[in-house]
């Protein structure tokens, strides 16, 4: 399975960025999907995940701001996020919770980078 993450970039505090990502390959099922991030000398956080029953979490830092999302029938995962603070700025990973034959597996994208400017 791979999953190919999109839509990073710079922007000014205040501002929105939609991430992307899709997973690809032998694909059962998939439960959980989401996003971590993880900024410099700090540890991976969790930013928002998405259950197969549409049910999401957020991390504390992103309520309110941060919106996740998914398409069963694209295998994709979207995070929009609006109001954007410095504070932001992270490589942002997606995952995704996937079941074949047996047990559940995790798979993370590459990770894509979201400079948010002061």
């Known amino acids: 399975v791979q999953l190919q993450a999109s839509g990073g970039g710079l922007v000014q505090a205040g501002e929105s960025l939609r991430l992307s990502c899709v997973a690809s390959?032998?694909?059962?099922?998939?439960?959980?999907m989401g996003w971590y991030r993880q900024a410099p000398e700090k540890q991976r956080e969790l930013v928002a995940t998405?259950?197969?029953?549409?049910?999401?979490n957020y991390g504390d830092s992103v309520k309110g701001r941060f919106t996740v999302s998914r398409d069963n029938a694209k295998n994709a995962v979207y995070l929009q996020m609006n109001s954007l603070k410095p504070e932001d700025t992270a490589v942002y990973y997606c995952?995704?919770?996937?079941?074949?034959?047996?047990?559940?597996?995790?798979?993370w994208g590459r990770g894509t980078q979201v400079t948010v400017s002061s």
């Open positions: 995952y995704v919770v996937v079941r074949n034959v047996g047990p559940e597996t995790t798979y």
């Open positions: 998405i259950t197969a029953g549409i049910s999401t």
């Open positions: 390959g032998r694909i059962g099922s998939i439960n959980r």
